[in-house]
């Protein structure tokens, strides 16, 4: 007798539930980021942040493609990982003075939403490997890409910030 039970019972439906997690997390994701646009004070993190709205926007297009393709529907299972991250981040931002304070509070969040993207779609991209959904895997791996490129440009920008954060505290 099975201690736990439910509906993911090999890998095919743990990759499709995977997918409808990553499908909310993208969808949560275009939610959040104009609120953390407006907040922006640093003018190539707005844009940054604007830009990876619009590779979000694609993200979400490729995952409705791939469940539509799996299972005729683009449904999505709420991925509460996500909603706490992105709560979390939001919380402090709106406790962040304006100027480099509060953008490296934005940073701060957008990268704990993006590594956990990387984890996700890892994981995602292998299944699709191992499954034989070769055209799926090279999207997810794509998209993979584009979250790390995301992840490092705000590195790069953080890195600035950060120097002027901690300036604006020492005065």
Known sequence: MA?????IEDLRSLY???LQY???TEKQIVDA?????????????????????????????RLEGALRSLTNSTSDKKCSVTAELIDSG?????????????????????????HFEIASYGSARDWANLLGETEQSRLLQQTLDEEKHADELLTTISQERNVEAAKATAA
């Open 3 to 7: 201690l736990f039970g439910g509906n």
């Open 16 to 18: 499709v539930t995977q």
């Open 22 to 24: 990553l499908l909310s």
């Open 33 to 61: 980021l104009p609120k953390m646009v407006d907040a922006a004070t640093d003018t190539r993190l707005k844009q940054a942040l604007q830009s990876h709205l619009q590779e979000t926007k694609v993200h979400q297009q």
């Open 90 to 114: 939001e919380k402090t931002i709106k406790l962040s003075n304006d100027g480099p304070v509060r953008d490296v509070a934005i940073i701060a969040a957008a990268q704990k939403v993006e």
